[in-house]
């Protein structure tokens, strides 16, 4: 066997603990090291040798992480937040079935300190610590303003609007694996019926799919024809003009005047507060992060009335119920609607009408603007906020308020039935003011 060449690798015990420690994300392998420190913090503290955890019984360790989980506290000598507990318990769970293979959250033997810890959970949320703040989707109207604001014939304003283009229609999570994407990463097709589009032909390991190659990030860039912000064409044009001499997605831009890119990848920081920076730069109404595109896309795709599971097949979500807190949100119309409805009746109808007037006003297009709108336009300025939704006779009567007319006339028609040769009974028939449109809604009673 002597100089013959082996056909299989052996490795030792720290190069098969190497490699089980790369299976684990940047984020969780912080996590498992914060947390470690964290409780060594606490051993130093309460005089324990840490490394006696390693080899106690586990009604002593038990009795130990019922006094850590209690006992815990931030830098300042705060309770942390619930989200950082969480956190901590997990990282250490990971740690200990490492250097034991004990699971210290699921094992029946240690059911007392997980009651202990989740004792300190139900605290924390009575302290107000407790909440999980979700990221705020971007509003229309600064989708609509950021997009405005991307100068197409410069190579960063082209850079940031595939950038933006690429985190919706790929739902990309915050500033996950941003600067590992690369150029041929991507791809181009056609489906059945012509239509080109942008796809992933490799995916990277996500935060909820870190080896399980029959999910992927099933998000397309079509082609949108003779619109310059067509996500398909902006992409081409963005590839065309990178340095080929580096394989990565986000080259610097060069200075000056030209569109180009230098061999020189952007910056790990410069990508994860891309969109922070964007909405300075673009004037928008808030500060939005990277991860708020993320929840723009999912809570459109959801107001749209796409299925949970269709969205997930973009998002990487691994279960339904993680797509509800996006469809949770209430945007600002909404709200305005909603604290109208309390003012009616507190002040009365006349005050409402008023109000909704001058809403109204301040919101519409002048009659030409709206003369070159197409009807799918006017049905989506009109419905776009509305929830179909089951509604009781005196909801349907309030909605119908909000564009019917009391307006009526009487219809002189004489109109026979066959059978008793006698004269229906005709209702007057309301007229109703749709977009400057009149629909005439008769009542027959026979």
Known sequence: MSGQRLRFVHLNSEELDSLIDEKNSANTTKVINSSVSVLKTFCNESGTNVMELYTTPKPELQEF???????????????????????????????????????????????????????????????????????????????QKLYSSFDLKEAEGLQNK???????YFCNRGRENLRELRISDFSTGTDAEGRRFVYMARDHATKNHRNDENQSQGGRMYELKDSILCPYGSFLSYINKLNQDLDVLWQRPSKGNELKYDKIAVGKNTLGDKMKNLSKKAGLSKIYTNH????????????????ARHIMSISGHQSESSIRSYSAHVDDKKKLDMAMSISKAI???????????????????SSSTMSLLQDDDIAESHFQDMDFLEITDSQERRLLETFVTHETRTTNLNLYQEKENRPAKIQPAPIMHINNSSVNVHYHYY
Do not use: W
Request: aromatic content about 8%; overall charge positive.
């Open 292 to 307: 708020c595109l993320r929840a723009t896309s999912i809570t459109e795709l959801d107001r749209s009335g796409f299925e």
């Open 347 to 365: 002040t009365g109808d006349s005050i409402h009408a008023e109000n909704n007037a001058a809403t109204l006003r301040t919101g519409s297009k």
């Open 162 to 168: 595939v950038f933006v283009d690429y985190m919706l």
């Open 65 to 143: 992480l019922k006094s850590f989980y209690a006992g815990l506290r931030n830098s300042d000598g705060e309770t942390y937040a619930k989200k950082s507990m969480i956190s901590i318990r997990y990282g250490l769970q990971k740690h200990f079935l490492k250097k034991r293979k004990l699971d210290i959250v699921n094992d029946p033997d240690f059911k007392e300190a997980n009651n202990v810890f989740l004792a300190m959970c139900t605290k924390i949320k009575k302290e107000g610590k407790g909440a999980v703040v979700h990221k705020d989707p971007i509003s229309r109207p600064d989708l």
